[in-house]
């Protein structure tokens, strides 16, 4: 649509010069009225490629947000089988998880309690939802739901994550969650 549109507004411009060229007599209105004419044409010029810049911009705010849905949706299934080294792997080295419970409680989990956690089962799921998911720069933000089983029965659970790009990978770098009932963390390891 764009090209179509820079092409009628780049042979408009070639054969209002030609025409004007081919005259005789140039007169003064003439020539200033041919002048406004190059400007407007310039200006149509820069228009289409502002437009046409902006069409490329966007293919690579989708690519990059593909990428991040695909990073998203492979977490997300190596989280449900409990792949404890997938997820490590697409960790930030500073993540942090954050839950919140229906009742106020709020607990603050470093990584390797997440992993720690996950290591000793994988938490039946029913469903997951991707209700949002944008890519900003080098950082990703999603928004989910998901359905869980933590033994006391299906409960919804609502995510927010936060994900940073790193060469050509996406990292987790926060997850924030809200639930029915906060988790307890797991004892640490004493050496």
Known sequence: MYNAQAAAASRQCFLSDYAWKTETGGADERAESQMNQQVVCFVASVVMIARCASLFGQQADNQREERL???????????????????????????????????????????EQVLQFLGRAAIPT???AIHHLEAAGDF????????????????????????????????????????????????????
């Open 69 to 111: 849905r695909q990073a998203v949706e492979r977490f997300i299934a190596a989280a449900d089988k409990g792949d404890v080294q997938t997820v490590a792997a697409m960790y930030d080295p500073k993540f942090t998880n954050v839950r919140v419970a229906d009742d106020g409680g709020m607990v603050k989990l470093s990584r």
């Open 126 to 128: 029913k469903d997951t």
């Open 140 to 191: 990703g933000f999603v928004l989910l739901t998901r359905n869980k089983d933590f033994g006391r029965g299906w409960e919804p659970m609502f995510y927010s994550l936060v994900w940073k790009k790193q060469g050509d990978d996406w990292r987790l770098l926060r997850e924030f969650v809200h639930q029915r009932s906060l988790p307890k963390p797991p004892a640490k390891e004493s050496k």
